[in-house]
């Protein structure tokens, strides 16, 4: 801090200043004051625990779940290598590797078809009266906060082999035999893109709605048809709207663990399944250690890549 | 512990007394590089129960000074003094002042008489002295029918009273108002034009107008203060300030204004001689608180002490007319003139028409006496 | 384009409409189906006169309701979620509350984008991850310090991601509300306490209780946090539906289920309420 020096004639100069600056620090000290609970109660039980697990990640696991007290790198080794039981040597194996390329193929799917579906839905709703708006929200805002294992579960309820969909379908004729549903690639898709679609239409239609359909009708004077109004001008200014929405997809998706547990039945696992083993039957801790931190890597990937992205778009717009 | 609202001030006091004197303020934003001076050194005085109106374009620091005054914001040099008590370390619900906010800042949770009624309330009145006072403040702004409404259900103009009601509730020793016309349409404007000079009249209470509408300021202030770029740039009374601007951006900022290049010839006690551009000699007037000295200057000449002629020897300066431009009630003639600066004529309309003048004309310009001012810089 | 005319879209009947797009209504309603159906046929099934739990036979009755009210694990479970749930919500609020009013009033000042990222950090770490990590940290605190708050150890749990969801709508409505009202609080002589409790407080009401109304739901609803944190007798709602899975099914799961999504629906529609209420009165 610059102490600055005033001859007598200025003493009230140094008076304003130091009035001023000591209203602002009492401001600012009263604002952190304000803050400090809730910074201390996420400090302690949120971001220790994060910390708690980078030491894990770099331990020996104990037999029965827990650490063991000494340096290894096992749990990061372990993810592409298996170590020969006879000789000690390392294989290479993917079995892990295909968890998350399965993660990956399944979170990018479900984006993908929760704006395919996501977008039309969420424009419908920008267009109704503004007095129906709401309601429409409020429509899609009921699953959003939903208890999504029971959600879950319900959709478990209807593809299983004698659920109500085959019932249905063989009641109807349509089929024989049940057709198996649940425990398959299609089951946890189905069932990611269920939970996560609120996700995609809730910021989408954010962006929709505050467009101004002026642009629109310029661009149907203009001679564009339907078609090319929805490409060329609506689905550009909902650019930040689509950017936001795939985020809030893809990165839940990706770390997704009640989906797969339900609906993938233990046998088509994804990363979130994989880390939660390690602290049941599994049982280790610092493995699944080292997968949370990995996919907390790829998730500041997502994020950061989102930032950058959304940045040059405000740029762009501005 | 606050103060105490104090009572009306007497209708006249001592010519000259200040309610509020602003020595040296100063106030900036941010550090370093990026230091904003909101305010730049201002000094003034505001006297007992004048109209007086901080006048700007936006940014110039006309409503930080009003926040500095109110308390919102600590000067980061200088000092305030309130009737002669420095008031520069206290925060604002210990000043005597109250404010009329730009879009009002009702309280929307409560009636009209609640709002009315908050600073007394504050204040710790007692109950039968905020009801009497809330029904005479409603009186005083014609809003007695709306007492228990909610403020969000009445219009613009009736919220504008309620604001100033309730900023005068408490008598307070200066009313601050920050642009409290500007969300108001052209009529109601002009109607709460002359409300705020009846209010200022009854109450007897120094009103501190903060607004960057000229004529806004012209009609209603006893005194304004231009300013620009955190500096007050001329204090004077309407007629001062439109007539004798001290300053290019004051002439330029307060009414449509002519600039020329001239030379000062000579000058003695307030009057000078200067020399037009196209070499006529005139009568000047010189700046009243700026010394001057012989050779090129800046003169201003309003539009309408300027008459146009087709007599181009007794003309002051000669140009080509390029647009006539008709508005009703007078025409404004653009011309270039013979030195190539452009000059505009304003001239009232008569019913024959007979006068006007065409585009492309060459014609002559003759100024009235004390046409011409000189200016500071 | 000398042809360009010719593509000017032709109006089939009455006005021309500009936001009108080929199958979106269509897309519209296949997501409501998709979304909804499961739900429905959850609440239906619930009522079912027979023991299967989708195929449907005899007359709907309350039986499995009943049923369900007197398992006592049931009732149990509903007792510690209750606990978890008013615990973390109460707490969670007041401190959102207190941060919301520290990050948004008054001018920016260094570290107040910390704060904001540090209380909304428990939004972007996945739900497995900070499952996994609370889990470390009390067996860690266990083990070495001796430290175990029983079912306190999942009301902090909850409490955590509970205040970015509390501090959201709190921190919305602040940010909404003039802070020239409160300015004006101050120059009609209100001290700091007196403008907070008269002006703020009251006008702060709708988010308050929509931040309440987000930390109940998310804290109710929670279930991978829950189920790794949770120490033995601290069996929540959803951990005991879970559980109940795993054994024959009969339609007791979708009366407990529906109970589940109709307490959470209640808080969703109510604070819709709440917050189209107020809209209508102040606008």
Redesign the interface.
Known sequence: MAETTFSAGLL??D???H??RA??QA??R??????L???L???I??????L??VV?SFLGAAAYG?VEWRFSTDAYVGFLFQKDIFDDTLHFAPDYLQIYLRSFLFALGTTAICLL??F??A???A?RPPAQR?YWV??????F???????T??????IRD???LN?GLIWAGAIQKPVIMLYTNFSIVLGL??SY??FM?LPLYASLEKMD?RL??AG?DL?A??GKV?RRIIMPLALPGIVAGCMLVF??A??A??TPL?LGGGTHLMI?DL??Q??GSGRN?PF??AQ?LI??AF?LVT?TLYVRLSGGKVQQHG | MHGQAPSIAPRVAAAGEAAISI???S?SFGGGEDIVRAVDDVSLAIRKNEFFTLLGPSGCGKTTLLRLIAGF???????LLLDGQDI??LPPFKRPVNTVFQNYALFPHMTVAQNIGFGLEMLGKPRAEISATVDRMLKLVRMEELKNRRTSQISGGQQQRVALARALAPQPKVLLLDEPLSALDFKLRKDMQIELKRLQHETGITFVFVTHDQEEALTMSDRIAVMNKGKVLQIGSPRDIYDRPAERFVANFIGDTNFLDAELESFASGIGTVRLPSGARMNASLPVDAAVSNGKVSVVVRPEHARLTRDLASAALKGKLDTVVYFGTDTHYHLKLASGEPFMVRQQNTRDGAAAFAAGEDVGITLSDNAVQVLRD | ?AD??T???LVRTGA?D????????V??M???V??????I??FV?SFNGSDS???WGGLPNWHWYTEAFADQEFRSAAMNTIKITVVATI?ST???T??A???T???R?A??GA?YT??N??L??????????????F??LA?YAGINFGIGNLM??H???C?PFA?MPIRARLEGMDERLEQAAADLYATPWQAFKRVTLPLLVPGISAGTA?AF?VS??D??ITQ?VAGPGQTTL?LY??AK?RRP?TPE??AM?TI??AI??L???GS?LIA?RRRSKTE
């Not at chain 1, 039980?45 to 994060?50: H, Q, R, S």
């Not at chain 1, 409020?138 to 699953?143: M, S, V």
């Not at chain 3, 998709?34 to 739900?39: D, E, F, K, S």
């Not at chain 3, 497995?128 to 940290?137: E, M, N, R």
């Open positions: 009230p100069d008076n304003a200043e009035v001023a209203a602002e401001s600012v009263t604002r952190w004051a304000l803050s609970p809730s910074l109660i996420i400090g039980f949120g971001i220790v625990p994060l708690v697990i894990y827990g579906l996501g039309p839905t424009y419908f709703m267009t709401n409020l429509l899609i805002t009921i699953p906060w939903s208890n999504l294992l029971v959600r579960l319900a959709v478990m309820l209807i004698e659920g109500l019932d893109f269920y679609l609120p239409i359909f629109v009708e149907f001679y048809t339907r929805l990165i839940p990706l770390g663990y009640v339900i979130g880390i939660g390690q602290f801790w699944g250690c949370a996919l907390m998730v994020l | 020595e040296r303020v106030k914001e600590h000067p980061t040099r200088g000092r520069s370390a | 384009m360009a005319t593509e000017v879209p021309f500009l936001k009108w797009q080929p199958g979106f209504g897309a519209t296949v997501c409501l998709l979304l909804y159906a499961p739900m046929v959850l099934f739990i989708t195929r707490i007041l401190v959102a207190a941060a009013i520290g990050t009033r008054g001018r000042f570290g107040q704060i540090v209380v950090l428990p972007m770490v996945p739900e497995i991850i900070t499952a996994i990590a609370t889990l470390s940290f067996s860690l083990q902090l749990a409490t955590v991601f205040i501090y987000l739901i109710f609803d279930f991978t790794l959803p539906i879970w899975t099914l799961l979708n289920c589940l999504l959470s629906i808080f969703v529609v819709f189209n």
